[in-house]
Structures are given as structure tokens and as C-alpha cells.
T-cell receptor, first 111, second 115 residues
């Protein structure tokens, strides 16, 4: 069955440093991989999408990489700020099928 | 106003009761989804609908039913609620453009407690 692992349940990082979150998957050939942010008591909010034929995607301080050989995506937040503290979810889509979500990594940026 | 709204936001009910959770959207999207979120299990798909005449079961549909009353409305029912249906429920929408990326827009969630 499909399995998506976000390796760290929680990650603490000092303000100003780069946060790196990992998403690994098995038994997939995803066409797209998406990252979402979820704040406590709120619904997830879409951040970035990367396609299988793309190695890297950037948006402001965010960067996503996608390695289909390693079956892994890395999500980076550079110059992290306390406001970046949230849970980050990765989600995979295969072709026209639905998204499958990981369990998330709770990021805390310490001032 | 929010693009995707859910009512109620919180609900406490008893085992065996029938419960309906409602979702409305103003984004004009064709696709709508219901998920539940449990600690350590992430978001799991219950049902989805690609248009008003299309309803599909997701990963965990047992014990749930849905109704797509209009393009903008998608409701989730628990016919006879049980305690292990206690969870955070999210409605989401997506719009298929030419490349079918299925980026989803979530509502604020409904926290359901079944006693």
C-alpha cells in the first residue's frame, strides 16, 4: 500500500537558520508533490507544488526539491522566523488520482 | 468571507445519533472532498465528488455518507455516530485546470466529539 513518511514529527530550529523537512514515499510514482502549512485549529494551506520532471521549485524563502530516484522531497525554509512555526504536510498525487497526505512535521522556530 | 466554510465548527454528540456536517464554497470549483484528521494518522480521505452527479468513496468511507446538493454544497453524514469517529473533519475543494494538479483549498474544520 502507499506509504508517505515525514521523518520528523517535530523539529525545533533557531530563528534565522534554515529549516529542512523531509518527505519520503514508497510504492508511488507521483506525478506531483505538494506541500501545505497547517496552523493549530485551522485547515491546511497550499504552499508549493513540484512536478515529477522538476528538480527544484522556489517561492520567496521556500524551496522544494523532488528526487524521484530517492523517492524523497525536501522542503526548506531559509532565514526562518517564529511566524513560520506550524505543521507542514506533504501530499502526493499520482496522475489524475487523489492526494495522499503525510502525517506532518511540527516546526517550531525559537526566537 | 471565507472561500470554504464549514458548519458547525464544533459538535459534541452521543453514540448512535445522526450527524450532518455541511460545507459550502464560493470558489466555483467542481471538485469537493471530505477528510478526517486524527493525531498521528494525518489527513485521510472519506469521500470526494468531481461534480454534482459524481460521488466516490475514499480511503475510509465506512460509517459515512455524503450528498452533493449543488456545485457549491457538499455535506457529510454520520448515520449512527460512534466514539471512534471523534476527529477533526475538513472539507476541501479543487479546480482542475489543464494540467490536473489538484491543489486543494481547505475549510476551517469541524471538531466532532462522539461520547
Amino acid at each position: 500500500s502507499q506509504k508517505i513518511e515525514q521523518n520528523s514529527e517535530a523539529l525545533n530550529i533557531q530563528e534565522g537558520k534554515t529549516a529542512t523537512l523531509t518527505c519520503n514515499y514508497t510504492n508511488y510514482s507521483p506525478a506531483y508533490l505538494q506541500w501545505y502549512r497547517q496552523d493549530p485549529g485551522r485547515g491546511p494551506v497550499f504552499l508549493l507544488l513540484i512536478r515529477e520532471n522538476e528538480k527544484e521549485k522556489r517561492k520567496e524563502r521556500l524551496k522544494v526539491t523532488f528526487d524521484t530516484t530517492l523517492k524523497q522531497s525536501l522542503f526548506h525554509i531559509t532565514a526562518s522566523q517564529p511566524a513560520d512555526s506550524a505543521t507542514y504536510l506533504c501530499a502526493l498525487q499520482t496522475g489524475a488520482n487523489n492526494l495522499f497526505f503525510g502525517t506532518g512535521t511540527r516546526l517550531t522556530v525559537i526566537p | 468571507d471565507a472561500d470554504v466554510t464549514q458548519t458547525p465548527r464544533n459538535r459534541i454528540t452521543k453514540t448512535g445519533k445522526r450527524i450532518m456536517l455541511e460545507c459550502s464554497q464560493t470558489k466555483g470549483h467542481d471538485r469537493m472532498y471530505w477528510y478526517r484528521q486524527d493525531p498521528g494518522l494525518g489527513l485521510r480521505l472519506i469521500y470526494y465528488s468531481f461534480d454534482v452527479k459524481d460521488i466516490n468513496k475514499g480511503e475510509i468511507s465506512d460509517g459515512y455518507s455524503v450528498s452533493r446538493q449543488a456545485q457549491a454544497k457538499f455535506s457529510l453524514s454520520l448515520e449512527s455516530a460512534i466514539p471512534n469517529q471523534t476527529a477533526l473533519y475538513f472539507c476541501a475543494t479543487s479546480d482542475t485546470t489543464g494540467d490536473v494538479t489538484d491543489t486543494q483549498y481547505f475549510g476551517p474544520g469541524t471538531r466532532l466529539t462522539v461520547l
